[in-house]
């Protein structure tokens, strides 16, 4: 799918642009389906072009294994970033903090899943380096940045920046039916109220199917509660 600015994609990159700017660390939080993983892809693309600053931004996701293994979380760092680092997790963790990496991003996918020694280590990291740390992904992110006691109270000072990307708006949604191909009134009318309960992932999905009922021609409201039919979730959405 071509890349559609919405709200929620100029949030992300005005959050990372303001990290990136001021060399500080930033979290970014939104509800599965808002779109928040595609614009982080487009903002990466973009800033690998020279579009967003000078420097360039690495990504990653983090999964049960990197969440729980130090080693691992380091070497999946490093090879985000081009890096060749090898030896025991000490002597790898030296190796990172001798680079200069001012005004460069490490995009962090799925954060809830580090563990909280995890966190302290990648902090760390930017401490030597200036790199600015973006950290994404569900509430249990914001739970950890966003708390002044307990052992997450060192984390909140350390990540100043936050976004919130729980929604999209109806002009959102208006222009994903329009890249799509649209036509009439009561088209847009049935996406906005799939956009409302199911947000980018849901009017997405429904557009994808109902292109292939349109044949390439322009998606009208008919092709859309086609597309919905087998959906009971989008179904009800229309209700």
């Given amino acids: 799918m071509t890349f559609v600015e919405t709200s929620v994609s100029r949030d992300i990159f005005r959050t990372i642009d303001l990290a990136r700017e001021l060399q500080k660390n930033g979290a970014i939080v939104g509800r599965p389906g808002v779109g928040k993983s595609f614009a982080l892809a487009a903002y990466v693309k973009a800033a690998n072009e020279g579009i967003h600053f000078d420097r360039p931004v690495s990504f990653f996701t983090v999964t049960a294994i990197t969440g729980n293994a130090l080693r691992d979380l380091f070497r999946e760092v490093a090879n985000s970033m081009s890096m060749s680092i090898d030896g025991s997790l000490a002597n790898m963790q030296r190796q990172m903090m001798q680079y200069d990496l001012s005004g460069r991003a490490l995009i962090i996918d799925e954060a809830q899943n580090l563990k909280l020694q995890a966190f302290r280590e ?118």
Avoid: W
């Fill in 122 to 239: 990648l902090l760390h990291l930017h401490d030597f380096t200036n790199m600015s740390l973006i950290f994404c992904g569900n509430s249990e992110v914001l739970k950890r940045v966003n708390t002044d006691k307990g052992v997450f109270a060192q984390i909140s000072r350390r990540v100043p920046i936050r976004a919130e990307v729980n929604s999209i708006l109806d002009e959102d949604i208006d222009r994903l039916s329009n890249t799509f191909g649209v036509e009439g009134l009561d088209a847009y009318k049935m996406l906005r109220l799939i956009g409302r309960a199911h947000h980018t992932d849901g009017v997405v999905s429904v557009l994808e199917v109902a292109r292939r009922f349109a044949s390439n021609r322009v998606i009208k409201s008919e092709h859309i509660r086609r597309a919905c039919e087998p959906f009971p979730h989008y179904r009800s959405a229309l209700k």
